[in-house]
């Protein structure tokens, strides 16, 4: 009995040895492996069918999963006819600059029948991000959502939903969206506006053709559901809104805010906001709505709905066939800024934080429109902008030129000269009254790859400053590789001598894509801790394609964990 007993203990013991071992291999960082195939895939919309561009043939592509601290290795095939890139948005990239993917940024592009793999490591994130093509507009089909969960063991900062639901807003051409925007720029116009805005892809029951596929949302009475939004939109920031249904944020970009109650969110292309709902309302159905939110006066825009349906499973059954309409909810006015700015005002980050307040390069950056005049050789047909100009735009005065034979960052890594120069201005060139009458001499900038150079670990504080030019409007500027703390928002010129004291350095929100209001301006933090070449664009795809951006080249610090690391061996060639 004895030695019974003893064979049992060791048993025991071994068995529980095994448990502590998988518990603790369970806490461990995972790696993610996966295959994306970019492929033509043929989709049907608004009653017609046409082939976009797909991963893996889904429309949106596939979500991606993984915990605070895994690795993600996804290798990427392009088997459709343009060249391609993907970009992780929002991932910090701590050190891994060649998995960013902004196409002639970071690396060249994938060109048809090669492939990529990206590597990366989620460092402190937690909530939503996505990830979408950088190569031209691709990345109106080539999208898809990107949650990163808790560690392991650790938990939401409130209490965990029953439910959890992604929705990405996005556009819909009635033609392919690449054809779309070299027509734009062929002529020098603006390129043309989408015909439906989509969740899900899918346009929703107020587009025709649309009904059958209404995306579903479900709900229980009393169960809460956490909502992840993304705007995916190529050009249009969106009012979201439930009927009847109030939402409380608690997080947007992958950081947690502290809660607050609205009925309506805004988000710009770029930008992820996470809310919790509850079934609190009688069983039935309500309308989930995105509808734009239109800053630039007198340009035209999509005015039109997408609807998803909000649908409690206790409702009562449609009566032979006969669906209940959904209830509508109310829906701000397309140029009602007053909600987009009191929303954007509204975030703040659960505790206090470590703001940088030492600041060691104050840059002023103008970010708008422009217009560059008729070139002599060019036929009126290449110059459809107002008054037969062609439409640019700018950061600085400076519009943004991509290299063509190699990377930024390869440039940088390998001393190659003449790609690009460091010369980036830290604030115009001519002071101007940036949010009134511009003189028309100023409407043309100048064209150039310029770069601007920041030491390692020095404290950056940048005023973002929207401009009239042409039109003023709001514009999502997005930082690579970079969350930044959003200290200030405010309309007209920024005046140092008084807005300074509306910066909040207690609990700013920690983003990495800000609001510039239209004909006003945001002033944002950052510690530049990652070395890399990081692109800073307006997420407007119409502007970046115009030259709406810059690049900060961060050196390395000192030893190797302050320095970027060496670049694949697959890393794609020009």
């Not at 806490?27 to 069918?49: D, G, I, N, S, W």
């Not at 600059?97 to 990366?120: H, K, L, N």
């Not at 066939?321 to 009191?342: E, R, S, Y």
């Not at 505790?351 to 390069?361: A, G, K, L, S």
């Amino acid at each position: 009995m004895e030695g019974l007993s003893n064979i049992t203990f060791t048993i025991v013991l071994g068995l529980l040895m095994l448990l502590v071992a998988s518990s603790v291999s369970l806490a461990e960082p995972q790696t993610h492996y996966h295959e994306f195939v970019l492929q033509a895939t043929p989709v049907k919309r608004l009653c017609m069918t046409q082939n976009a561009i797909t991963v893996n043939g889904m429309f949106p592509g596939p979500t991606l999963e993984a915990n605070n601290g895994d690795t993600l290795v996804i290798k990427v095939i392009n088997k459709c006819q343009y060249n391609a890139t993907i970009h992780w948005h929002g991932i910090r990239q701590i050190r891994t600059g060649w998995a960013d993917g902004p196409e002639f940024v970071t690396q060249c592009p994938i060109r048809p029948g090669d492939s990529y793999t990206y590597r990366y490591t989620v460092q402190g994130q937690e909530g939503t991000l996505w990830w979408h093509a950088h190569s031209s507009w691709l990345r109106a089909t080539v999208y898809g959502a990107l949650i990163i969960h808790p560690k392991e063991g650790s938990s939401y900062p409130f209490p965990k939903p029953k439910r959890e639901t992604t929705l990405l807003l996005a556009e819909w051409w009635n033609a392919n969206p690449i054809d779309v925007i070299r027509e734009a720029i062929q002529t020098g116009g603006a390129p043309n506006i989408s015909d439906a805005y989509t969740i899900n892809s899918q346009p929703g029951d107020l587009y025709n053709c649309s009904s059958q596929d209404t995306v579903i949302v479900p709900i229980d009475s009393g169960e809460t559901n956490l909502i992840r939004v993304i705007n995916a939109g190529m050009n249009q920031e969106l009012f979201f809104t439930i009927a009847n249904h109030m939402m409380t944020v608690v997080g947007a970009d992958a950081s947690y805010l502290k809660p607050f109650t609205t009925n309506v969110i805004m988000l710009g292309p770029g930008q992820t906001t996470d809310v919790l709902i509850t079934g609190d309302q009688p069983p039935s159905r309500y309308y989930i709505a995105g509808s734009p939110y239109q800053s630039a006066q007198n340009a035209p825009f999509d005015n039109t709905t997408t609807t998803a349906i909000l649908e409690y499973k206790s409702a009562p059954c449609p009566v032979k066939g006969l669906g209940v309409k959904p209830v509508m909810p109310t829906i701000p006015a397309f140029n009602d800024t007053n909600t987009a700015m009191t929303f954007t005002q509204s975030f703040r980050s659960p505790q206090q934080v470590e703001v940088p307040t030492e600041i060691d390069e104050n840059l002023f950056i103008t970010v708008g429109l422009g217009l560059n005049n008729c070139p002599p050789n060019f036929p009126s047909s290449r110059c459809q902008g107002p008054s037969g100009t062609r439409f640019t735009s700018s950061m600085n005065n400076v519009s943004f030129v991509l290299p063509s034979n190699f990377s930024l960052l390869q440039a940088h890594h390998q001393g190659i000269p003449r790609v690009f120069t460091t010369d980036f201005p830290e604030k115009p060139l001519v002071q101007f009254d940036y949010t009134g009458n511009v003189s028309q001499s100023l409407f043309q900038p100048l064209s150039g790859t310029k770069l601007y150079r920041l030491k390692f670990g020095s404290r950056v504080q940048i005023v973002l400053q929207g401009t009239s030019i042409v039109t003023p409007e709001n514009h999502p500027i997005h930082l690579h590789g970079y969350d930044f703390y959003i200290i200030a928002q405010g309309f007209g010129n920024f005046d140092p001598k008084k807005d300074t004291a509306k910066f909040n350095l207690v609990d700013p929100p920690l983003r990495n894509t800000a609001s510039v209001p239209v004909n006003g301006w945001s002033v944002i933090r950052f510690v530049a801790d990652n070395p890399g070449v990081w692109i800073m664009h307006c997420h407007l795809d119409a502007h970046i394609s115009w030259g709406l951006a810059m690049a900060f080249l961060v050196e390395n610090g000192i030893g190797i964990m302050e320095s970027i690391e060496e670049p694949p061996p697959d890393l794609p060639v020009c």
